[in-house]
């Protein structure tokens, strides 16, 4: 069974920094130990942005800048950064919500190899994660698309639980509740 687990934007600044939650902070030990313990290739993505995020549609929007390109709040966790390096993971740097590069790299193994299921953990549930698995739903509409809500957390817990119901109607799996 060809597997991947995709680990979104578990970055210092959505964990304990200017975007951090207590939720994030809380599911962090949980999706450290589904990355160590996963048999198969894990990918990271990593929100990126430049200086001049607040002049950006994004930073208009949410006027907090935050995961700003060599910065420490940037950084994937220490502790996931380190098995990234160490197992050679695939990091994609994106600077919106969703990764098109993501969905083309995984669409591009299918092509050669089938893919039985890519798993999505991580943060923000209502921002990222659910724009990723979206992506990857309409890239590869006959993988399946799972994504573990205990290892995940949104801005709040009420738009946590309003993004897994959205992905439920869009057949995305929702395991960990």
Known sequence: ???????????????????GT???????????????????????????????????????????PHCIAGSFGWQIQERLSAYAEKNHCMIFDKPTFGSTALAGFVSGIERSVHID?????????????ISNALLLKAAL?????????????????QSHETALAAMKACQIQVTGE
């Open 141 to 157: 509409p006959e993988t399946k698309i799972t994504v573990d809500a205990s290892c995940c957390a949104g801005v709040t817990p």
């Open 22 to 64: 207590k939720e994030a902070q809380e599911i962090l030990p949980k999706v450290i130990e589904k990355v160590e313990n996963f048999r198969g290739p894990v990918i990271f993505t990593r929100d990126t942005h430049g200086e001049d995020y607040l002049e950006r549609q994004e930073g208009r929007n949410l006027p907090v």
């Open 117 to 129: 299921e890519l798993e999505l953990i991580g943060l923000c549930t209502d921002i990222c994660v």
């Open 1 to 19: 069974m060809s597997k991947y687990l995709i680990v979104i934007d578990m970055q210092n600044d959505f964990i304990d920094g200017a975007l």
